[in-house]
């Protein structure tokens, strides 16, 4: 098996592989002749365009929706040439249509068109306002279209730009959809809100607000094979405890330590290794290497950053290092207690390595290597009282000692989390649990109706209760820690809601 691991450097995504349904939608926006559907054209390439009509039918309105391609970038795109009947006559503003409203609902992402030879124009404006008004969300990518027409000093792209940002949307970029200048910058202020998104849909952070729309996620996760997707390891740890070189023995190749390479496109550059067939990223390892955000202060922007990374993980590594678990007479430093439990927090599953395990070992007459072994686990149970049985696994990535158990707990630990139980069974469990166990007084018996699963990643239930009633911090314990017994979801984050039913 340890012939399986290979180390390539790609891009974290291969949209060619994802289903289209999954994809993000961006919408052209624009008043009428600043050519979007040009744009469009040249994005589908005239392929797969399918048009849909509106529900309310009552004025017969088209928007195209076809699967764009630029560069290595697939998303969805939208031509809201049949929206802008409305602007034309001045009304988009006071009209909201349940048609706007569903087509914005199912955006994402927005092309901000103007047309740079005609300069500002009001209606632009107007288009500025009617997004903010019913998108506030989306921060449009604004493009000055049909550019090739500055090119032969008929005026000047700056000046041209200096008056775009007046929209107040940032930066425009220089496009022409007729000749296709500019679609690499196109593509380059899209990829990283892409990327970032499919990696959202990816991880299913359902939990997390990702103004995505929770539902949505939801939907995407029915339908997808979640132990087919990829898992996103993030191994972090303070300087030195040997992140590097275990990163190596996981991976079994010295190039892991180049690493991605700084200055390359924000983010786009990940290290991904196969175990077992399974495909594995490793979140962010060039900035929790370098970066050793753990050293420094609570608010700066390291942290931010990590729990950004953490948010981005499913599974997170902590690495701590024997010696100085000894040394210091504690498992963990404040500082890591802090990212160990805000990772249990944001719903991350956690897996603890003590590395350098060889250095107790080594010390004669010392029983300190067994001693760690014992006092470990039961230390970090007592500063993360959240979650039982955390798996802890010791190391020497020196010696190459530990890999194997380190990628079991790891898959292990993200299979629990993707955990799916079904309704029926769930509920069959409620009864069961309810009557095994002995109540005070009928009184104190909790009332639940019945229990479902709402989400995976984590696993997250709600407990219907009757009426008035209200389960105790008690009552969620014994829950919680009822459904970990009975359906081995040990070891990582699970929440319960209540809602009640009349
Ligand atoms: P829409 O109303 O925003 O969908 O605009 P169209 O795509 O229909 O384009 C309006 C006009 O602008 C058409 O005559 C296009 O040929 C022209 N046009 C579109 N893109 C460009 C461009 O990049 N350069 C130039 N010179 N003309 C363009
Ligand atoms: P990082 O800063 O967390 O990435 O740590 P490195 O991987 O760069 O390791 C820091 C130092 O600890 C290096 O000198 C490594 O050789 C050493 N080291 C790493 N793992 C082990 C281990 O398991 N045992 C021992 N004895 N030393 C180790």
Not at 105 to 117: C, E, H, P, S
Not at 210 to 234: F, I, M
């Amino acid at each position: 098996t340890d012939k399986k691991v290979t180390v390539v450097y790609e891009k974290p995504i291969d949209f060619t592989k994802i289903d289209t349904n999954l994809l993000p939608t961006v919408i052209i926006v624009g008043r009428p002749n600043v050519g979007k559907s040009a744009l469009y054209n040249r994005l589908i390439r005239r392929r797969e365009a399918l048009v849909y009509n509106t529900p309310d039918d009552h004025v017969t309105r088209d928007i195209r929706e076809g699967i764009a391609k630029l560069g290595d970038l697939r998303f969805k795109v939208l031509d809201s040439a049949g929206l802008e009947t409305e602007a034309a006559s001045g009304s988009i503003l006071q009209r909201t249509t349940s048609m706007t409203a569903n087509v914005l609902a199912r955006t994402q992402f927005a092309v901000f068109l103007i047309d740079v030879r005609a300069g500002l124009h009001p209606l632009d404006l107007d288009v500025g306002k009617w997004l903010r008004k019913h998108a506030p969300g989306i921060k449009p990518i604004v493009a000055m279209n049909k550019s090739e027409s500055l090119c032969d000093g008929v005026g000047s792209i700056s000046d041209a730009a200096d008056e775009a940002r007046m929209l107040g949307f940032g930066d425009p970029i220089a496009i022409s959809a007729e000749t296709g200048l500019g679609m690499a910058a196109l593509h380059d202020a899209l990829q990283p809100l892409i990327e970032d998104y499919m990696l959202q849909v990816l991880n299913n952070n359902c939990d997390q607000d990702n103004g995505y729309g929770p539902s949505h996620v939801d939907d995407v996760a029915g339908e997808v094979d979640e132990s087919k997707l990829p898992l996103q390891l993030a191994i972090i740890g303070r300087p030195n405890v040997g992140k590097s070189t275990l990163l190596n023995t996981l991976v079994q190749e010295e190039r892991v330590l180049v690493g991605p390479e700084v200055g390359l496109t924000r983010d786009s550059v990940r290290t991904q290794f196969q175990y077992e067939g399974r495909t594995i990223y490793l979140v962010d390892t060039a900035g929790w290497l370098q970066r050793t955000g753990l050293e420094k202060g609570p608010s700066s922007l390291s942290v931010m950053q990590s729990r950004k990374n953490l948010m981005r993980a499913q599974v997170v590594a902590l690495v701590l290092d024997a010696e100085e678990v000894v040394k210091a007479r504690r498992s963990m430093t404040h500082a890591e207690v802090v990212i160990a439990r805000r990772a249990v927090e944001e719903g991350r599953g956690l897996v603890v390595i003590v590395n350098k395990m060889d250095i107790l070992k080594g010390k004669r007459n010392s029983t300190l290597f067994d001693k760690v072994m014992e006092a470990v686990p039961l230390e970090i149970q007592t500063v993360i009282p959240q979650i039982t049985g955390i798996p802890v696994v010791f190391t020497s990535a020196l010696e190459g000692r530990g890999r194997i158990a380190v990628m079991r707990q790891v898959i292990d630990t993200y299979e629990k989390w993707c955990t799916r139980l079904s309704t029926s069974r769930l509920n069959r469990w409620l009864r069961k649990v309810m009557s095994r166990h002995s109540w005070k007084d009928q009184a104190a018996q909790p009332k639940i109706k019945y229990f479902t699963q709402v989400k995976a990643r984590p696993p997250t239930f709600v407990a219907f209760t009757n009426g008035k009633t209200q389960l105790s911090d008690t009552d969620l314990r014994f829950l919680t820690k009822s459904l970990k017994e009975d359906f081995d979801l040990g070891g990582i984050p699970i929440r319960i809601m209540q809602r009640s039913v009349p």
